[in-house]
Antibody
Framework: EVQLVQSGGGLVKPGGSLRLSCAVS????????MSWVRQAPGKGLEWVGH??????????DYAAPVKGRFLVSRDDSKNTLYLQMNSLKTEDTAVYYC????????????WGQGTLVTVSS | DIQVTQSPSSLSASVGDRVTFTCRAS??????LNWYQQKPGKAPKLLIY???TLQSGVPLRFSGSGSGTHFTLTISSLQPEDFATYYC?????????FGPGTRVEIK
C-alpha cells in the first residue's frame, strides 16, 4: 500500500521560511518523480513543482508564482520529499499536498494527507 | 504555459441525471489529460487518466473522452456521493496545470 505522510506545516510571518516533508512508503521512491500541489482556502488546485528521479537527472521544475522562492528536493536514502519555502507571501497560504507522478502519463493517483501553511503577520 | 479551462464552473443536478463537463487546453495536450474528484476537506481522487482510462476502483458510470484540446467527463447517472468538485489537469508539459474546477451541486 502506498502511503505519503506529510509534516512541517504551520503559521509563518510574511518573508519567513518553512520546510515541508513527505515520507513515502509502498513504492520504489528512487524511481518516482514527485510533485507538490497546493490549494488556497476556497480555491482550486495549483501545481507547485516537481523533482525527477535521479536516473532522469534529478532536475526540478516550478510554477511561475513560486519559482526562485521554493525548492523541491529529495533524499532517496530516507524515501522523503521536501519543499523548502522561502520569502513566503500571504498568497502562499494553502494546503500543500505531495504526490508521485505515476507512470509515463504523469497523473496523481496517490496523495499525501495535506498540510496547512498559513502566512500571516 | 498551457492554460486549462473548464465549463461550466458549477451546475445543479438531480440524482439519476446524466451530466457532462468540458475541459479545454490552450494548445494540444494529445491525451495527457486527467480528471479528479474532490470533496471538501479531502485530497483529490483520480478518476480518469490519459483522457479516457478509468482508474481502478472508479465506478463505470464515469467516462472520459477527447484528445488534443477538447475533453469531456461524463457521469451517466449521478449518485449522491458524486456531489463534489471536478478538476481536469494536463500532464503533457510543465507546469502541469489544473483547470479551475466544476462544482456539482444538488438540485
Amino acid at each position: 500500500e502506498v502511503q505519503l505522510v506529510q509534516s512541517g506545516g504551520g503559521l509563518v510571518k510574511p518573508g519567513g521560511s518553512l520546510r515541508l516533508s513527505c515520507a513515502v512508503s509502498g513504492l520504489t521512491f528512487n524511481n518516482a518523480w514527485m510533485s507538490w500541489v497546493r490549494q488556497a482556502p476556497g480555491k482550486g488546485l495549483e501545481w507547485v513543482g516537481h523533482i525527477k528521479s535521479k536516473t532522469n537527472g534529478g532536475t526540478t521544475d516550478y510554477a511561475a508564482p513560486v519559482k526562485g522562492r521554493f525548492l523541491v528536493s529529495r533524499d532517496d536514502s530516507k524515501n522523503t520529499l521536501y519543499l523548502q519555502m522561502n520569502s513566503l507571501k500571504t498568497e502562499d497560504t494553502a494546503v500543500y499536498y505531495c504526490a508521485p507522478d505515476s507512470s509515463g502519463w504523469s497523473y496523481f493517483d496517490y496523495w499525501g494527507q495535506g498540510t496547512l501553511v498559513t502566512v500571516s503577520s | 504555459d498551457i492554460q486549462v479551462t473548464q465549463s461550466p464552473s458549477s451546475l445543479s443536478a438531480s440524482v439519476g441525471d446524466r451530466v457532462t463537463f468540458t475541459c479545454r487546453a490552450s494548445q494540444s495536450v494529445s491525451t495527457y489529460l486527467n480528471w479528479y474528484q474532490q470533496k471538501p476537506g479531502k485530497a483529490p481522487k483520480l478518476l480518469i487518466y490519459a483522457a479516457s482510462t478509468l482508474q481502478s476502483g472508479v465506478p463505470l458510470r464515469f467516462s472520459g473522452s477527447g484528445s488534443g484540446t477538447h475533453f469531456t467527463l461524463t457521469i451517466s447517472s449521478l449518485q449522491p456521493e458524486d456531489f463534489a468538485t471536478y478538476y481536469c489537469q494536463q500532464s503533457f508539459s510543465t507546469p502541469r496545470t489544473f483547470g479551475p474546477g466544476t462544482r456539482v451541486e444538488i438540485k
